[in-house]
């Protein structure tokens, strides 16, 4: 086809590589191969393409360098290389033949070297786009030539930037674009950048920046501002709404600052995104919002503001944005009542509605109903009270409803079994008083199921096993009677099942068997009978099993899962025996006296996902009264050894909230010592993480030649007596640095999750994460470790956010598109200041 001009070949299942006789086609204009999975190398011979106007081969997997030839083709306007793997330098001189080129993207590759200083002589650019890549050392001053450039994207690179905004940017008169983040920048921003009076997308996220001048208001033809995630400080300036009426979106999430949001925030009318989300802003959210027409996301979460009136006028308001779709004003100081008056109807196109911990007295509004599109509605950790209203069952989309930790009364809505597109109900820490209905069964795509907490009694209904997909279930704590319904076994998804701390009587139903996917069991403190069933040593899965303080009678199974289950499983049931490894075994005679006290950490690997805790071994002291001082006993004293062995006995039974669970014991002819259960908290998870990114970080940076981890997982990671963690390496090489990078991100979701990526849970397609990825952000608590969420500490799953958006970014399929090193090691760093500067 010699006169063939447009080739268009995108959005295909094309692979193998690119043919280089592609290049007979001498009058081709535009060559478009984006989004197939095309591999090798950019043929040399697409320079001979001496007409081509258009080379679009973005989202591929090409690598390799970039041929020198087609840096030669004179008529060359657009180049899009963004998404492949393309590795090498840019050519000094790049730009001397291509007079005519206005698009340059190698977005997401693994280029390295310097910027071309030649940058200028494409003097027609307007798109110049190297984020994502490993460019280093300073950016060209001669990219303040570019006289016509529009877009320039410098992210995540590493520039050297470690200072303030380079001043020759300000000279780019025409910029409408600016995308610096991720370049670890300092300081203030300048009053210069109120230059750029031509710009609509300002993007300065993820630095060091301190200090917003006001000049950065004057930018009247600004349509997006982010400066999230820096450091800075002082106050929204109060007519920032009429120096920035073209404003669409702000992004100022993650920062320092104080004082209130102005009522001037109205004169910005074209706003459709607002986040302030985690600053420090006080006062009343301001009625004036609901004056913003197209807004279509507001996000206050994590500020101190507070309310001014009993009456949520503001809320009100903000029925009068038709389009609002997202709202997050969980975690502030926010009081009052929820007003039954809101014309709620009017924003039907809001969806998701975050008000959690808060101090919101009153009831729900009944008008609720009147969202017909919401998906998610929490209200967790407020001061409601009253009955759930029969409202919420006519919210036809509704995926999750969260109204956990109120003081919520009466019955459970029977009719909430008719919004068959609930995922998630959450209702557990309230007082609601009613028997499970049978309706409950109508919610077969519910995945997890918490009423824990509450006052709930009747039999459980025999309909509970139509919830095929649930995958967790917490009725626990509870007044619950009756027996176990033998259609539990048809939950062969549920993997967390707890029933404790109600009146269950009967015996454990032999179709608890079926439930193959079961990790947690949890019966304790009921009145079950008879028999363990023996075929529960089927489940494979089951790796915490709690029976204690129920009148179960007979022989403990033994294979299986059984096999790992020591006596702390059973405590309490007077009438059971079993294997003798279930038993405390006596302590022996001890000679040696102890004179001071030892603490100890296991000395071998630990996993921090499946196991996570830490295995302590303290020594156990014996203290008696004398002269009203408590003393370390000899052990030589006669009496000593038997009262280390009637401690031993002593602890096997005792279980409370507040005292450490004892795991075993542990006895040689130097000391003695119980070994305690002790779970690894959010800070001490975050600073095992810090230690092995500094680990890693030096190994890839601090050494001559870089080395390759190649094998980074939890269990290579060893912990010493002051929890500072130590990496194991593996082997040095050519293998790409990006491996142990993917490997961090997934360490984290392992850490913070608690589920390995070969976890039974990941099937049919689902992996770890893309799992992580479908909840990120609006639905993290559900997939976070359930020991790191304490009611008391309202930003955890905040924080944890910006933990799994590391992981994510760490973890991407692309290698180009994953971040380096040291950015994954800046990122839990300042999430560890910003959320636990105390220690």
């Given amino acids: 086809m010699p006169n063939l001009q447009h080739l268009l070949l995108d959005n295909c299942s094309f692979t193998g590589s690119i043919p280089p006789s592609l290049s007979n086609i001498s009058k081709l204009e535009t060559l478009d191969l984006t989004y197939n999975s095309l591999e ?28 020198a030839s087609i840096f030669n083709v004179l008529t060359l306007e657009k180049v899009d290389f963004t998404y492949n793997s393309l590795s090498g330098n840019l050519p000094a001189s790049m730009c001397r033949n ?58 995540v690179l590493d520039l050297g930037l470690n200072g303030p905004i380079p001043s020759f940017i300000y000279n780019i008169s025409t910029l409408q674009w600016l995308d610096l983040a991720g370049n670890n920048l300092t300081g203030e921003i300048p009053s210069e950048i109120g230059n750029l009076l031509n710009q609509e997308i300002l993007d300065l996220q993820t630095n060091y920046l301190t200090y917003t001048p006001a000049t950065i208001f004057n930018i009247s033809t600004l349509k997006n501002l982010s400066l999230r995630e820096n450091h800075i400080t002082g106050s929204l300036p109060s007519t920032m709404g009429q120096q920035l009426p073209s404003l669409e979106q702000i992004f100022l999430g993650s920062n320092n600052l104080i004082g209130s949001i102005q009522d001037s925030i109205s004169n910005a009318s074209s706003l459709t995104i607002l986040t302030l989300v985690s600053n420090k802003l006080t006062g009343r959210i301001p009625n004036s919002l609901g004056e913003l027409k197209s807004l279509d996301s507001l996000n206050l979460a994590g500020n101190e503001f507070t309310s001014l009136s009993s009456e949520m006028s503001f809320l009100t308001s903000l029925t009068n944005c038709r389009r609002l779709r997202i709202v997050w004003m969980n975690s502030n100081s926010l009081s009052g009542y929820l007003p039954d008056s809101i014309e709620i109807g009017n924003i039907t196109n809001l969806s998701f509605l975050y008000m959690d911990n808060n101090e919101f007295t009153g009831s729900v509004p009944f008008t609720i109903e009147g969202l017909k599109n919401l998906q998610v509605l929490s209200l967790m950790g407020n001061k409601l009270s009253g009955p759930i209203p029969d409202g919420i069952c006519h919210l036809p989309n509704l995926g999750e409803l969260t109204l956990s930790k109120n003081k919520l009364y009466g019955p459970l809505p029977a009719c909430l079994g008719k919004v068959t597109s609930l995922r998630y109900l959450n209702l557990d820490s309230n007082e609601l008083n009613s028997s499970i209905s049978p309706t409950i069964g109508g919610l077969k795509d519910l995945l997890k199921f918490n009423l824990f907490s509450n006052f709930l009694s009747g039999p459980l209904p025999q309909e509970i096993g139509n919830l095929k997909a649930v995958i967790s279930m917490d009725l626990s704590m509870n007044e619950l009677s009756g027996s176990i319904p033998s259609t539990i076994g048809g939950l062969s998804n549920l993997i967390n099942l707890s029933l404790a701390q109600n009146r269950l009587q009967g015996h454990i139903p032999d179709s608890v068997s079926k439930m193959l996917s079961l990790e947690r069991l949890d019966l304790s403190h009921n009145n079950f009978t008879g028999l363990i069933p023996k075929s529960m040593e089927a489940l494979q899965y089951l790796h915490y099993l709690n029976l204690s303080f129920n009148k179960l009678t007979g022989e403990i199974p033994n294979e299986g899962p059984f096999a790992h289950f020591n006596y702390q499983s059973f405590i309490s049931n007077n009438a059971l025996c079993g294997p003798c490894q279930l038993q405390v075994p006596p302590c022996p005679p001890h000679h040696h006296h102890i004179s001071k006290q030892k603490a100890f950490l296991c000395a071998s690997p630990i996993s921090l996902v499946v196991v996570s805790t830490i295995v302590a071994l303290i020594i156990s002291f014996f203290l008696i009264k004398h002269r009203r001082k408590n003393k370390v006993f000899n052990l030589q004293i006669e009496g000593a050894f038997k009262s280390f062995d009637t401690e031993c006995e002593i602890l096997r039974s005792l279980r409370h909230r507040n005292l450490a669970k004892v795991i075993s014991s542990y006895s040689n002819i130097d000391f003695r010592a119980l070994v305690l259960d002790r779970q690894l908290n959010l800070s001490q998870r975050l600073s095992i993480m810090i230690d092995v990114a500094f680990a890693i970080e030096y190994l890839y940076h601090g050494y001559a030649t870089p080395v390759v981890h190649c094998d980074l997982k939890p269990s290579n990671v060893l912990l010493n007596d002051a929890m500072v963690s130590h990496v194991k390496y593996g082997s040095e090489g050519l293998v790409s640095t990006k491996c142990d990078v993917y490997s961090f991100g997934i360490m984290l979701m392992e850490t913070f999750t608690r589920k390995r990526p070969t976890d039974d849970l990941f099937t049919a397609g689902l992996s770890l994460r893309g799992w992580i990825y479908d909840t990120y952000p609006h639905s993290l608590s559900h997939v976070l470790d359930a020991t790191l969420l304490n009611p008391y500490e309202d930003k955890t799953v905040e924080c944890v956010s910006l933990i799994m958006k590391l992981a994510l970014d760490c973890s991407s399929e692309l290698p180009g598109e994953r971040i380096n090193m040291k950015d994954a090691l800046a990122t839990p760093r300042k999430t560890r200041k910003q959320f636990f500067s105390h220690l």
């Fill in 98 to 155: 291509l007079p005519s080129l206005k698009y340059f993207s190698v977005y997401s590759n693994q280029l390295y070297g310097q910027i071309p200083s030649t940058i200028d002589e494409c003097s027609q650019h307007q798109i110049l786009q190297l984020e994502f890549n490993q460019f280093n050392g300073p950016v060209p001053k001669q990219i303040g030539n570019l006289s016509r450039l529009v877009y320039l994207y410098l992210g």
């Fill in 40 to 67: 090798g190398m950019i043929p040399v011979e697409i320079g001979n393409l001496g007409s081509l106007k258009t080379l679009k081969l973005r989202g591929n997997k090409l690598s390799g360098t970039i041929p």
